[in-house]
Nanobody, 114 residues
Framework: QVQLVESGGGLVQPGGSLRLSCVASGNIFGLSTMGWYHRAPGKERKLVAVLTTGGRTNYADSVKGRFTVSRDNAGKVWLQMYNLRPEDTAVYYC?????????WGQGTQVTVSS
């Protein structure tokens, strides 16, 4: 069983930065993509950034140029967030796709407010 644990969320002022981390435990053989999604209050969960094991990335238009997703080869993925905006406020979830199955973390709250 794969478990994902996120960390790094918090309260930050507009224009600030945060770095989210996600660590996987369990067997991640067959991993194809790692990524981040967020759910803003009252809205559906949406893609923020995804990274394939081949190194390809895909970002939501709203975060391009501000957020960067990265990974290592040991089941860790990060989301570096710069120039945060109030509309980035959401719960951020780590996602791994392994052999067609989606695994999710519990989420970490990011609040951007002055």
């Amino acid at each position: 069983q794969v478990q994902l644990v996120e960390s790094g969320g918090g309260l930050v002022q507009p224009g600030g930065s945060l770095r989210l981390s996600c660590v996987a435990s369990g067997n991640i053989f067959g991993l194809s993509t790692m990524g981040w999604y967020h759910r803003a209050p009252g809205k559906e969960r949406k893609l923020v950034a995804v990274l394939t094991t081949g190194g390809r990335t895909n970002y939501a238009d709203s975060v391009k140029g501000r957020f960067t997703v990265s990974r290592d080869n040991a089941g860790k993925v990060w989301l570096q967030m710069y120039n945060l905006r109030p509309e980035d406020t959401a719960v951020y979830y780590c996602n791994f796709n392994i052999l067609g199955n989606n695994y999710w973390g519990q989420g970490t709250q990011v609040t951007v407010s002055s």
